[in-house]
């Protein structure tokens, strides 16, 4: 059974930074992508990041220069460190894991998801 668990999150100013976790377990990293998703209330659920099993990773264009995604498959855990945080970024991040497609981020493309971590960013 695979479970994710992301941790990290929290209340920082605009312009801060925060780094998230995922600890996964029961998956195996070799075969799939991994990704980050956000949802702010009423709003889609986007894709910020993805990372391949080789290290990979792919980017929205909202977060290129300020997100970085890493991994420590010896851990099984899944890193977002996020800079130069903005308001409009509250969210709910989410770890996603069992992505079908390389680098994807859509959501449809993901089999597992967390219970997410709350970001917030005051102005």
């Known amino acids: 059974q695979v479970q994710l668990v992301e941790s990290g999150g929290g209340s920082v100013q605009s312009g801060g930074s925060l780094r998230l976790s995922c600890a996964a377990s029961?998956?195996?990293?070799?075969?799939?992508?991994m990704g980050w998703f956000r949802q702010a209330p009423g709003k889609e659920r986007e894709g910020v990041a993805a990372i391949d099993s080789d290290g990979s990773t792919s980017y929205a264009d909202s977060v290129k220069g300020r997100f970085t995604a890493s991994q420590d498959n010896a851990k099984n855990t899944l890193y977002l460190q996020m800079n130069s945080l903005k308001p409009e970024e509250k969210a709910m991040y989410y770890c996603?894991?069992?992505?079908?497609?390389?680098?994807?981020?859509?959501?449809?493309?993901?089999?597992?998801w967390g219970q997410g971590t709350q970001v917030t960013v005051s102005s």
């Open positions: 996603a894991a069992g992505g079908r497609l390389a680098l994807s981020l859509r959501r449809r493309d993901y089999t597992y």
């Open positions: 029961g998956y195996t990293y070799s075969n799939y992508c």
